[in-house]
């Protein structure tokens, strides 16, 4: 059965999540275009991608399997975030920012594991 994921208000938020964070790392150094900065835009990007890759997926077992690695990927560009604004690279603003609606997505995709888990 495959979900449309543009109808789910975690791939909403997700999505919008990619350009923050890629705008957020514009201003990186240069020393870090393959090391801090790939890694946080790739988290990002894996978010938004696993989440449409498993909405693709036949079945719910699976489909929660994708939801709970990006809730990981989420978690990951938390704290990506966090050590970039650490090493002085990201702002505190951008960073807070970035931190409170990752915090929220992860709140989100927990609710729509929860959901979808079956009954121990």
Do not use: C, W
């Amino acid at each position: 059965m495959s979900r449309d994921h543009r109808k789910l208000r975690v791939f909403t938020l997700a999505d919008d999540l990619v350009i923050a964070v890629y705008e957020a790392s514009a201003g990186f150094p240069s020393a870090e275009r393959f090391g801090l900065q790939a890694q946080i835009r790739r988290a990002a990007i894996s978010v938004a991608s696993n989440i449409v890759e498993g909405s693709a997926r036949r079945s719910t077992r699976e489909y929660l399997n994708f939801v709970n690695i990006t809730a990981g990927s989420a978690s990951e560009v938390r704290y990506l975030a966090d050590l970039s604004h650490r090493l002085g690279f990201m702002t505190a603003d951008a960073q807070q920012t970035i931190s409170a609606r990752y915090t929220e997505l992860v709140a989100r995709l927990q609710a729509l594991l929860k959901a979808l888990s079956p009954e121990p």
